[in-house]
């Protein structure tokens, strides 16, 4: 019982841990890079889709992605949704493709984006913390339904508490190397 608790807090708290490293990988720092466009997502045949399923994206040069869709009749659709997901770039087209030119960060932008990931840091926390409320709510139930004794419940909070505060830690060290990431780049 007690290793399924950690186990179980184990694979919950990862699952936070990793949506929370994907959306500030997604935070660009001045350089072209294909994450900048992972969330980009637009109306293909009637069906909402991610960009990179329907198109080949690639790092021009430091300042400029490339993207190559399957289906260059959806070059403008593109644009358009590049532009509505307002993260700032400028998208145009050339040779058939379609080229994104990423400027150059200021230092207003930089402490934007360090507040930005400070609070996806809370965010990530806080859904932490949720899981490790739920499986103590659950072992506490079942105590209270005399399904395991006071000793195996104290231990697996226990436990529970110790994953918590690794990933909690995880996450501040994380934040630490992404905040000198963003400052000195």
């Known amino acids: 019982m007690i290793n399924y608790a950690k186990d179980y807090s184990i694979k919950k708290m990862k699952k936070c841990f990793n949506i929370f490293l994907k959306k500030i990988d997604s935070i660009r720092v001045g350089s ?15 069906k909402k889709v991610l960009l990179n399923k329907i198109s080949r994206i690639t790092v021009y040069n430091t300042k ?10 959806i070059n403008n659709i593109i644009i358009q949704s590049i532009l509505k997901s307002n993260i700032d770039v400028n998208p145009y087209t050339k040779d058939n493709d379609v080229f994104v030119t990423v400027p150059l960060i200021t230092s207003e932008k930089r402490t934007k984006f360090i507040k930005l990931i400070y609070k996806e840091g809370e965010i990530a926390k806080v859904n932490i913390r949720i899981v490790r409320r739920d499986v103590n709510t659950k072992f506490n139930n079942m105590y209270l339904k005399k399904n395991i004794d006071k000793d195996s419940k104290y231990k697996i909070e226990k436990i529970v508490q110790n994953v918590t505060n690794d990933f909690i ?17």
């Open 64 to 73: 400029t992605l490339r993207i190559s869709a399957f289906d260059k009749s």
């Open 32 to 46: 072209a890079n294909v994450m900048l466009l992972s969330n980009i997502s637009l109306i293909y045949y009637g």
């Open 169 to 185: 830690t995880k996450i501040d060290k994380t934040l630490y190397l992404k905040e000198n990431y963003l400052k000195n780049n």
